[in-house]
C-alpha cells in the first residue's frame, strides 16, 4: 500500500493535488493497486473503471498544471460509489441477478455532481441486494467481509463502501440509508457515515428500495471529509419531487468548528439498555461523558414510540419496496428467464422474478404486496402511517428541549458472516436505533466511538438532529471524533492478506 | 376485414324502455393536450416513430423519478371548475398496480380516493328536454404505452406470437372524469350518454386543453349500464362498454347493451358483471375480461411525488379566466343569429359545426348562408370522405369568400357548389377557381338573349304554352338555356328575358 496516499484524508488528498505536490492520476493509481491487492479478501466492489478514473484525473491535472481553478476542495479525490446509483456507462446491479450486466443510459443526480465537482470514481460497491439488508450478505454477488475481522460482516446494506474505507481502498464513498444502511455499517467499520435530512440529496437516478425512506449520503473516514462530500452532493434538484428547495446547511464549518459548549445533547432514554452490548453501552457512555465534558449539557430525553420504531418501518418499507420493484419484470431490461417461445409474457416475468430476486428480497416483497392488500391495508399500512407520524412527533417533542439526541448506532458491533442469515428477526432488530431518524426524515450520523473492549472491534455513536440541521450532526460528530481521537481509528485496522504476494497489505 | 356478427338476443328496445328502468354510468378519459407528458419533457405528439418520444422517466428505468407537471394540474383543475366541481385544496397521487408490459413501471400514477376534482353537475338538454348528470369526481394521471399482437389473426394478444411495446404514449397526461350514476333519462339514456360526451368534448375545446378527438383517443368513454325492473330500487349488475371511439358508438353501445341486458334478464337469466368490447363495424357488443372478482391494484399514496395544494387564490384565478362554456355559448349563438330551435338542433347535432359557423360568419357571412354551406354541401362532401366537418381542407373564410361571391352575383348556388368542391380538392381560393375556370355568371345580355332565342327555336311547344299565358312552363326553357350555358347564367334573368320575348 502507498501509505502516503491511501491513508491520508480525502481533504489532504485534495489540498495536494491542488498545489501540485502530489497528481490525481497518481492518486488514483494508488487507490486501484490497493483495491487489486485487498479484493479477493474483502470484496468491497462490484465493479472497477480504472481506465474512466484515470481519464477523470488527467483532466483534473491538466487544470492544475494550466493553472485553472478547480471545481471543489474535492477535485481530483478518489470516490467510490454504492452500486445503487445510476453512472452512465458502468454496470448498476443493486448487487442483483435481476440486473447483472445492465448499464444505465444515464447519471443520477449525485454522480452527476461529483463528476462536477472534479471527483474520480473509482467503481461501484458491493451492498444487500436491492439494499435490503444489514450486513451484505443478501449481495447476488457474494458477502463483503469486514476489514477489522474478514469472518465478520461489515454491517449493511452499504457494507461495500464502509469496508472499502476502512481497507484504505478509497478515501470517499457514497452509500443509501432507508433504515441505518450508511450508518450502521459505518458503525461496524469504526468510519464515518450521515444519513441526511430527507430531501436533501437528490435521489435521482437511485434504484429505489423505498422511497420515502431513501436517502443518499457521504461515507469516509473523518468527519471533515464527510462534510466536505456531503456539500458536494446536497442541494435541491428539480428532478426529483421530494427534494428540499432550501439552502444547504453549512456543514463544512459546523464540522470545522466542532465546539460543542453550551449545547443540548439528549440521551434516548429507549435507546440503551438489555439487549446492548457492555462494550457498545461503554463506549456510548464514555463519548457522552466527554461531551458533557466539553461543555455540553447531557439530559435524557423520553422518546416513547421509537419502541414502535421497528414493526413500523417492516410495515412501510417492503409496501413501497413491493411497489417499487414491480417495474423489474424482465419485458424492458435486466434478466428474462423463460422466453423460448413457449411461455406467455406474464409467464416469462414470473419465471423472471422468481430466478433474478433472491431470497430476503422476496421476503420483503411478499410482507409489502400482503401489506398493502385491500382488506389489510388500513390494519398494516394505515396503521403504519400514523405511528411513524407518532415517531415524528416524539422527535418534535424531544427537539423542543435539545439540540440533538445521541444514541447507539447498533446494539452490537459486527457479527459473524452467516450468524443472522437464518433468523431475519434478529438481523431486523440490529436496525431498531437507525429506524426512527429514517421514518421521521430527520438527519443522523455515526461517529466512531472506539473499539469495544471485549471484541476489539469497531462501535458508533449515533447523532441526530431536525430536519435541515445536518449541520448540528457534523459538529458533535467532529467534537467527539477529536475529543475521542477516532480520527485514525481504522489505523488500527489488522493487515489484511493481499492477493498473490501472502505479504501483509498494510 | 370481414364483419363480424353477434348472436346475442336483444329485446326490442320500447319494450325494454316499458319494463325496466336504465342506470348509466360514463368513465371518460381526456387526454390533455399539453406539449410535454406527465411526469418527463418527452413530447406527447401523436404519431411518431415507436419509443422515440421516450427517456428514463417515461421507460421507467431504474432510479428515474416523476416530477409533476404543471401544466397538465392547471388543465385538470379547469377541466374540474367548469364540471361545476369543487376542487381539493390539498390531494395526493397514488400508485395503482398491476402487471402489464404497456406500463413501465407496472403501476399506473393515478389518484384514489383524493382526486383534485369532485362533486360536479353537468346539465344537458336533448330533444328539448333537460337532464342532469352528476359528476363524481375528476382525476390525474398518466398513460400507458401500447401494444401490438403480433402474428394473430385478430391483432388481439390472444392468438398472437409476440408483442411489439411502444412507450410514446406511456406518460402523457390523462384526466379522468367518472359520473355518479345517472337516472331519470327515461327513454333517452343512449341519447343522454351521447349529449354528455358532446358537451366534454366541446367543454375541453373551449378550455384549450385538448383537441378531443375521439377517433385519435383523445377522449376515450367507458360506458357502464345497467338496468333495474321498474318499481324496484336495487341496483341490477352492470357492465362495462370500452373501445366507444365515436359519439355515434355511444349511443349505438349503450342502446345494444339495453337491449342485450334486457333480453337476459327477461330471459330469466343474470347479467354477468364485465368489460365488454364494442365492435364498431357489426353494431354490438362482446364479452371481454369478467369483473366478478374485484381486481386487488393495492393502491396506495405514490411516495416520489409531494402532495398538490393548489391555493384558493390560484384556483379563483383559473375560475375568472374559464372560456364561456358550450351549452352558454350555444345559447348566445342562436339567439344572436336568430336560428329556429329545429335549425340549432341540427347545428348541434353535426360535430364541429357550431364552431366552424361561428368563424365563418367572423369571417363576415350570413349566419343562414354559413349553416347552409357547413350542414348540406360540406356536410356531404366530409361523410363522403369519411371525415369529421373540421378535417375538410376548407377554411371558415374561404366558405365566407364563396357566399361572398355568390351575393354579389358573380356566381349562383349552383356555382357556388362547384367552387366549393374545387376548393377541397386543392385549386385554391375561391376567387381564383372562379377567375381561372371561368365559372362567373354571364352577364353579357347579347350572349344571353342568343341562349333564349335559341331555346325558343329548339322548343316551340313550350313557347307556345308561355304565348298562352302558362308561364310556369318557362322553367322548361330555362334549364335548356342553363345547358347551353353551361350554368353559368343567372336564372332571374334568364326568365325575365323568356317572358319578355313570349309575351
Redesign the interface.
Known amino acids: 500500500m502507498n501509505r502516503d496516499i491511501c491513508t491520508a484524508t480525502a481533504l489532504e488528498l485534495g489540498r495536494r493535488i491542488r498545489t501540485g505536490e502530489l497528481t490525481s492520476v497518481e492518486t488514483t493509481r494508488a487507490f486501484l493497486d490497493r483495491i487489486e491487492a485487498v479484493e479477493p479478501a474483502v470484496h468491497a466492489f462490484l465493479s472497477v473503471d480504472g481506465e474512466r478514473a484515470l481519464a477523470q484525473a488527467a483532466a483534473i491535472d491538466a487544470l492544475v498544471a494550466a493553472g485553472d481553478p478547480l471545481p471543489s476542495p474535492l477535485a481530483g479525490v478518489p470516490v467510490a460509489v454504492k452500486d445503487l446509483?445510476?453512472y452512465e456507462g458502468l454496470p448498476?446491479t443493486?448487487a442483483s441477478r435481476m440486473?447483472e450486466g445492465?448499464v444505465?443510459?444515464?447519471n443520477?443526480t449525485v454522480v452527476q455532481r461529483l463528476l462536477d465537482a472534479g471527483l474520480v470514481i473509482l467503481g461501484k460497491t458491493n451492498l444487500d441486494e436491492f439494499a435490503t439488508g444489514s450486513s451484505t450478505e443478501s449481495s447476488a454477488f457474494g458477502p463483503t467481509h469486514n476489514p477489522w475481522d474478514l469472518d465478520r460482516v461489515p454491517g449493511g446494506s452499504g457494507g461495500g463502501s464502509a469496508a472499502a474505507l476502512a481497507a484504505f481502498e478509497t478515501p470517499l464513498a457514497i452509500g443509501t440509508d432507508t433504515g441505518g444502511s450508511i450508518r450502521q455499517p459505518a458503525s461496524m467499520t469504526g468510519t464515518v457515515g450521515v444519513k441526511p435530512t430527507y430531501g436533501a440529496v437528490s435521489?435521482?437516478?437511485?434504484?429505489?428500495m423505498?422511497?420515502?425512506l431513501d436517502q443518499a449520503g457521504p461515507c469516509a473516514r473523518t468527519v471533515a471529509d464527510a462534510a466536505a462530500l456531503h456539500a458536494v452532493i446536497a442541494g435541491h434538484d428539480?428532478?426529483?419531487?421530494?427534494s428540499l428547495d432550501e439552502p444547504v446547511p453549512d456543514v463544512v464549518a459546523a464540522a470545522d468548528s466542532a465546539d460543542v459548549a453550551g449545547m443540548r445533547i439528549g440521551v434516548v432514554a429507549q435507546l440503551g439498555g438489555e439487549g446492548y452490548a457492555a462494550g457498545v453501552e461503554q463506549r456510548f457512555g464514555e463519548s457522552v461523558e466527554l461531551l458533557r465534558a466539553a461543555g455540553a449539557e447531557i439530559v435524557e430525553v423520553s422518546c416513547p414510540h421509537f419502541t414502535q420504531a421497528l414493526a413500523t418501518y417492516y410495515l412501510i418499507m417492503p409496501?413501497?419496496l413491493s411497489?417499487n420493484l414491480?417495474?423489474?419484470?424482465a419485458?424492458?431490461?435486466g434478466l428474462r428467464v423463460g422466453d423460448d417461445?413457449t411461455n406467455s409474457?406474464?409467464a416469462v416475468?414470473r419465471l423472471s422474478r422468481g430466478a433474478g430476486f433472491g431470497a430476503e428480497l422476496k421476503r420483503r416483497i411478499i410482507l409489502g404486496?400482503y401489506a398493502?392488500?385491500?382488506g389489510y391495508?388500513d390494519a398494516y399500512?394505515g396503521s403504519a402511517q400514523k405511528m411513524r407520524t407518532l415517531i415524528a412527533r416524539d422527535f418534535a417533542a424531544a427537539f423542543e428541549q435539545v439540540d440533538v439526541l445521541v444514541s447507539p448506532v447498533a446494539p452490537t458491533t459486527a457479527f459473524k458472516l452467516g450468524e443472522r442469515v437464518g433468523d431475519p428477526l434478529a438481523m431486523y432488530a440490529g436496525d431498531l436505533c437507525t429506524l426512527p431518524a429514517n421514518l421521521a426524515g430527520v438527519a443522523a450520523g455515526s461517529f466512531p466511538a472506539g473499539l469495544a473492549p471485549e471484541d476489539g472491534l469497531p462501535v458508533g455513536f449515533q447523532v441526530m438532529a431536525p430536519v435541515l440541521g445536518d449541520d448540528r450532526v457534523y459538529r458533535v460528530g467532529a467534537a467527539l471524533e477529536g475529543l475521542a481521537g477516532t480520527a485514525d481509528l481504522c489505523g488500527q485496522v489488522p493487515d489484511l492478506p493481499v492477493e498473490g504476494s501472502g505479504e501483509a497489505a498494510k | 376485414m370481414s364483419v363480424q356478427y353477434s348472436s346475442d338476443e336483444l329485446m326490442d328496445y320500447d319494450e325494454v324502455m316499458e319494463r325496466f328502468d336504465v342506470v348509466l354510468g360514463l368513465e371518460v378519459h381526456v387526454e390533455l393536450g399539453t406539449r410535454s407528458k406527465m411526469w418527463c419533457g418527452c413530447s406527447t405528439e401523436f404519431g411518431g416513430e415507436p419509443n422515440t418520444h421516450t427517456c428514463p422517466v417515461c421507460l421507467g428505468l431504474p432510479g428515474s423519478l416523476p416530477v409533476v407537471n404543471k401544466k397538465a394540474v392547471e388543465s385538470a383543475i379547469r377541466i374540474g371548475l367548469s364540471l361545476g366541481c369543487e376542487i381539493a385544496p390539498w390531494c395526493r397521487f397514488a400508485r395503482k398496480q398491476y402487471f402489464y408490459p404497456d406500463m413501465p413501471k407496472n403501476y399506473q400514477i393515478s389518484q384514489y380516493d383524493e382526486p383534485i376534482a369532485f362533486d360536479g353537475l353537468v346539465e344537458l338538454e336533448v330533444d328539448g328536454t333537460g337532464y342532469e348528470v352528476p359528476i363524481e369526481r375528476a382525476h390525474m394521471e398518466e398513460d400507458a404505452g401500447k401494444s401490438l399482437h403480433v402474428g394473430g389473426a385478430t391483432g388481439r394478444i390472444q392468438g398472437s406470437d409476440h408483442s411489439l411495446m411502444d412507450y410514446n404514449r406511456a406518460g402523457v397526461p390523462l384526466v379522468e372524469i367518472v359520473t355518479k350514476p345517472i337516472r331519470g333519462t327515461g327513454t333517452k339514456g343512449p341519447q343522454v350518454a351521447r349529449a354528455y360526451m358532446a358537451h366534454l368534448r366541446d367543454m375541453v375545446r373551449a378550455l384549450g386543453v385538448s383537441q378531443g378527438r375521439m377517433e385519435q383517443g383523445q377522449l376515450r368513454c367507458d360506458a357502464n349500464v345497467s338496468l333495474m325492473p321498474k318499481g324496484t330500487t336495487e341496483l341490477g349488475t352492470r357492465t362495462e362498454t370500452k373501445n366507444v371511439n365515436s359519439l355515434r358508438s355511444v349511443e349505438a353501445a349503450l342502446q345494444y347493451e339495453i337491449c342485450r341486458q334486457g333480453a337476459v334478464l327477461a330471459g330469466g337469466g343474470r347479467v354477468k358483471q364485465e368489460t365488454r368490447m364494442w365492435n364498431e363495424a357489426g353494431g354490438f357488443t362482446t364479452a371481454g375480461r369478467s369483473k366478478e372478482q374485484a381486481e386487488d391494484y393495492r393502491y396506495f399514496p405514490e411516495p416520489d411525488l409531494v402532495p398538490i395544494a393548489p391555493s384558493r387564490e390560484w384556483i379563483e384565478q383559473l375560475r375568472a379566466g374559464l372560456p364561456e362554456m358550450p351549452a352558454v355559448k350555444r345559447a348566445r349563438l342562436q339567439s344572436e343569429w336568430s336560428f329556429s330551435d329545429l335549425e340549432m338542433r341540427d347545428v348541434n347535432g353535426t360535430e364541429g359545426a357550431l364552431d366552424l359557423i361561428e368563424s365563418t360568419v367572423a369571417a363576415g357571412c350570413a349566419p343562414a348562408a354559413a349553416r347552409k354551406w357547413w350542414l348540406t354541401e360540406l356536410a356531404r362532401a366530409a361523410n363522403e370522405r369519411g371525415v369529421l366537418l373540421e378535417d375538410l381542407p376548407i377554411a371558415p373564410a374561404q366558405v365566407a369568400e364563396v357566399q361572398r361571391l355568390v351575393e354579389a352575383g358573380t356566381i349562383n348556388d349552383k356555382l357556388a357548389r362547384t367552387v366549393l368542391e374545387a376548393v377541397l380538392a386543392g385549386e385554391g381560393s375561391p376567387e381564383r377557381i372562379v377567375e381561372e375556370r371561368g365559372l362567373a355568371v354571364v352577364s353579357d345580355e347579347g350572349a344571353l338573349s342568343a341562349a333564349v332565342d335559341a331555346a325558343i327555336e329548339a322548343n316551340p311547344d313550350v313557347a307556345e304554352k308561355i304565348r298562352g299565358g302558362k308561364t310556369q312552363a318557362a322553367g322548361a326553357l330555362i334549364g335548356a338555356v342553363m345547358k347551353r350555358m353551361g350554368g353559368r347564367a343567372d336564372a332571374r334573368r334568364v326568365r325575365e328575358l323568356i317572358i319578355a320575348k313570349l309575351s
Open positions: 446509483l445510476c448498476t443493486a440486473l445492465w444505465p443510459p444515464y443520477s435521489r435521482f437516478g437511485i434504484i429505489a423505498a422511497s420515502s428539480p428532478a426529483d419531487s421530494t409496501s413501497e411497489s414491480a417495474r423489474y419484470d419485458m424492458r431490461y417461445g409474457a406474464e416475468m404486496t398493502l392488500s385491500a391495508y399500512y
